[in-house]
T-cell receptor, first 115, second 116 residues
Framework: ETGVTQSPTHLIKTRGQQVTLRCSSQSGHNTVSWYQQALGQGPQFIFQYYREEENGRGNFPPRFSGLQFPNYSSELNVNALELDDSALYLC??????????????FGQGTRLTVV | DAKTTQPNSMESNEEEPVHLPCNHSTISGTDYIHWYRQLPSQGPEYVIHGLTSNVNNRMASLAIAEDRKSSTLILHRATLRDAAVYYCILRDVGMNYGGSQGNLIFGKGTKLSVKP
């Protein structure tokens, strides 16, 4: 059973640019969630994807968008990067069974630095 | 989601038990109590969860108060590898967004230090 993998592990972007982060979910998991973790804070929920559709969203602007693919992998896209977007971005996968998610398994994260 | 309150930090000695408290006085009847931990430079890791009864697994035990307004995560013998931030999270089993359970709402957690 493979775990959750994220790429890249580190990334440096310039303010105003766009970025795409990728996540491969754990085998057998059909739900992917993305979180943003600023230094010294707990992770903050961005959104969740289930059956290739956004299925819940936190308090993040529309320039944060995502995709889920038929193999359940996922992308997080951030447009018009701002300095405050610098953070650790975490992907978590889980399995939805009869409307209830199993526990979430997290990847190691992508460290994004915006300069 | 209901809110949880945890101490900012705790210290323990290696090979001694650790009791990590969590208060959740506004918990609802359909809220499960989840614990995750985050080791340095890693993503959060599931530890344990429960609803009403005490729960045990290979990692830890979860003791839930009879009124469910508080709970305690118990590490029976702390090791250096248990040094991490521990998050207590309430997750409503009834939160279905199009058939899927809601997200995890993390607070700041408790930073556990383990001394050799």
């Amino acid at each position: 059973e493979t775990g959750v993998t994220q790429s890249p592990t580190h990334l440096i972007k310039t303010r105003g640019q766009q970025v795409t982060l990728r996540c491969s979910s754990q085998s057998g998991h059909n739900t992917v969630s993305w979180y943003q973790q600023a230094l010294g804070q707990g992770p903050q929920f961005i959104f969740q994807y289930y059956r290739e559709e956004e299925n819940g969203r936190g308090n993040f602007p529309p320039r944060f968008s995502g995709l889920q693919f038929p193999n359940y992998s996922s992308e997080l896209n951030v447009n018009a990067l701002e300095l405050d977007d610098s953070a650790l971005y975490l992907c978590a996968s889980s399995r939805n069974r009869e409307g209830v998610n199993t526990e979430a398994f997290f990847g190691q994260g992508t460290r994004l630095t915006v300069v | 989601d209901a809110k949880t309150t945890q101490p900012n930090s705790m210290e323990s000695n290696e090979e001694e038990p650790v009791h990590l408290p969590c208060n959740h006085s506004t918990i609802s009847g359909t809220d499960y109590i989840h614990w995750y931990r985050q080791l340095p430079s890693q993503g959060p890791e599931y530890v344990i969860h429960g609803l009403t009864s005490n729960v045990n697994n290979r990692m830890a035990s979860l003791a839930i108060a009879e009124d469910r307004k508080s709970s305690t995560l118990i590490l029976h013998r702390a090791t250096l590898r248990d040094a991490a931030v521990y998050y207590c999270i309430l997750r409503d089993v009834g939160m279905n967004y199009g058939g899927s359970q809601g997200n995890l709402i993390f607070g700041k957690g408790t930073k556990l230090s383990v001394k050799p």
